[in-house]
């Protein structure tokens, strides 16, 4: 059960880490913004901050 709790917890506050990101890079004027959906919600409650490294580094590549 808390393993469960854990991976809740982790991809609400990835959630809201993507949303202030992405509203910070817009106000910077970057078009990087990384999509909120399940495959992003799934990334960042299984792998933590390091999956939300991941999604914006793929973001970047994609900008390349």
């Known amino acids: ?18 949303y202030f990101v992405n509203a910070a890079l817009e106000k910077a004027g970057i078009s990087l913004g990384v999509g909120i959906n399940a495959v992003t919600v799934l990334t960042s409650g299984i ?3 390091p999956g939300l490294l991941v999604l914006y580094g793929i973001g ?4 390349l």
């Open 47 to 49: 792998l933590g901050f």
């Open 1 to 18: 059960m808390e393993k469960v709790i854990n991976l809740v917890m982790r991809s609400i506050l990835g959630t809201i880490a993507i």
């Open 60 to 63: 970047i590549y994609k900008l």
